[in-house]
């Protein structure tokens, strides 16, 4: 394992259906991050896991979004009931803790909703 | 609260010149670090370099260097030598290091442009 996989890269939805995205982290990173990136700006902080426990949450997470990590490993992140505006890439990220190198992120999943 | 501005929307620079690009970031926190990171089209975000709020001296990793004035509240980062691998979105982020306070926090981003 030599880096945080994103499942899937690409998806499109219609408007009002659920979305189920999963990311797996290096196996050894203990937290987890999801951020979302809308075109031209810079990734924005979703949500935050530190083994299974989700320890922080964005007020930008409405109730239609949910992510969990079960057992501290990969996590997934639902949207429910998509609207246009949740178009964006979803990215993941792990790391140890360890602020000198940062996070390590994935390729990211890249939604349209239509 | 913490914010990182990045005043350069997009830069064009020759290939094999040097480079600056701009952040500057606001926090109360006394001690955070100060990270870049590249993105290509692909999406992936890419660490380049990071400075710690008490290193004394700037930090370098190969061709980036970035230019730390503390007093200034200041991050740039210097790539010399540009290469046309260099093109993509280049971002500032910063991480406090309080208590609690988890999550990096990212400017808007650089679009660097390298012409052959």
């Known amino acids: 394992d030599t880096g945080v996989s994103q499942d899937p890269r690409h998806k499109i939805t219609k408007r009002g259906q659920n979305v189920t995205f999963r990311c797996d982290p290096i196996?050894?990173?203990?937290?987890l991050y999801w951020y979302r990136q809308t075109l031209g700006q810079g990734p924005e902080f979703l949500t935050y896991?530190?083994?299974?426990?989700?320890?922080?949450k964005s007020r930008l997470l409405s109730d239609r979004f949910s992510a969990e990590r079960p057992k501290g490993s990969f996590s997934t992140l639902e949207i429910q009931r998509t609207e246009q505006g949740d178009s964006a890439m979803y990215l993941c990220?792990?790391?140890?803790?360890?602020?000198?190198?940062?996070?390590?992120f994935g390729s990211g999943t890249r939604l349209t909703v239509v | 609260a913490q914010k990182i501005t990045q005043t350069q929307p997009g830069m064009f620079v020759q290939e094999k010149e040097a480079v600056t690009l701009d952040c500057t970031y606001d926090?109360?926190?006394?001690?955070?670090?100060l990270f870049w990171y590249k993105q290509p089209s692909s999406g992936e975000m890419i660490f380049l370099i990071y400075?710690?709020?008490?290193?004394?001296q700037n930090a370098t990793e190969g061709r980036y260097s970035l230019n730390f004035q503390k007093a200034r509240k200041s991050a740039n980062l210097v790539i010399s030598a540009s290469q046309l691998g260099d093109s993509a979105m280049y971002f500032c982020?910063?991480?406090?290091?309080?208590?609690?306070?988890?999550?990096?926090?990212f400017g808007q981003g650089t679009r660097l442009t390298i012409n052959p």
């Open positions: 990220a792990s790391s140890l803790g360890t602020a000198r190198y940062g996070y390590t």
């Open positions: 196996s050894e990173h203990n937290r």
């Open positions: 896991f530190q083994n299974e426990a989700q320890l922080e």
């Open positions: 926090t109360s926190d006394q001690s955070y670090g």
């Open positions: 400075q710690g709020s008490y290193d004394e």
């Open positions: 982020a910063i991480l406090p290091r309080g208590l609690g306070a988890q999550k990096l926090v």
